[in-house]
Antibody, heavy 119, light 107 residues
Framework: QITLKESGPTLVKPTQTLTLTCTFS??????????VGWIRQPPGKALEWVAV???????RYSPSLKSRLTITKDTSKNQVVLTMTNMDPVDTATYYC???????????WGQGNLVTVSS | EIVMTQSPVTLSVSPGERATLSCRAS??????LAWYQQKPGQPPRLLIS???TRATGIPARFSGSGSGTEFTLTISSLQSEDFAVYYC?????????FGPGTKVDIK
């Protein structure tokens, strides 16, 4: 059974750096094809891919956010960490951690972590 | 980046009726299309992948069709638990863009 859980701050100030951690179980990021990513959803709005990392350390970033993002994995802890620099109020959203296999759909989601950017 | 559009924005349906939701891609995504259901305060739930394959545990009243740029999600007989927002998503190209969603509400 695959589960994912996000952890991190609920409030950050403008210009600060956001760090979110996804802790997962039920699969390993050392297994060929496995991937973990982040999708965000502003309040009342649609979903947007942010970043994904795969078993072979291949990383993909949203083109519009790429300069601000870093995604890393710690396979010994079954964790994926997302950092986003220079946070702005428009980045206010629920950030979901999710599982996908390479070239496939998202099949498991975490419960989400609402991040508000405000001074 | 592939742009996904969905119609209608809102669909008002009575319980027991059929609902048909549409999704269009700005360029071909083959059959790399998924549908998700989202209820308030919950994460999305995978319904359909590969345009027409139901995910594990999804009732048979949900069906998907289409390929290329035009896709349809059909709910054959709406149950009370089906009132939600539905998103399509292409995963043919990175980033796997989502549509803006269709809200299915009670008529």
């Amino acid at each position: 059974q695959i589960t994912l859980k996000e952890s991190g701050p609920t409030l950050v100030k403008p210009t600060q750096t956001l760090t979110l951690t996804c802790t997962f179980s039920g699969f390993s990021l050392t297994t060929r094809g496995e991937g973990v990513g982040w999708i965000r959803q502003p309040p009342g709005k649609a979903l947007e891919w942010v970043a994904v990392i795969y078993w072979d350390d291949d990383k993909r970033y949203s083109p519009s956010l790429k300069s601000r993002l870093t995604i890393t994995k710690d396979t010994s802890k079954n964790q994926v960490v997302l950092t986003m620099t220079n946070m702005d109020p428009v980045d206010t959203a629920t950030y979901y951690c999710a599982h996908r296999r390479a070239k496939a759909q998202i099949d498991y989601w975490g419960q989400g972590n609402l991040v508000t950017v405000s001074s | 980046e592939i742009v996904m559009t969905q119609s209608p924005v809102t669909l008002s349906v009575s319980p027991g009726e059929r609902a048909t939701l549409s999704c269009r891609a700005s360029q071909s995504v083959s059959s790399d299309l998924a549908w998700y259901q989202q209820k308030p305060g919950q994460p999305p739930r995978l319904l359909i992948s590969g345009a027409s394959t139901r995910a594990t545990g999804i009732p048979a009243r949900f069906s998907g069709s289409g390929s290329g740029t035009e896709f349809t999600l059909t709910i054959s007989s709406l149950q009370s638990e089906d009132f939600a927002v539905y998103y399509c998503q292409q995963y043919n190209n990175w980033p796997g863009t989502f549509g803006p969603g269709t809200k299915v509400d009670i008529k």
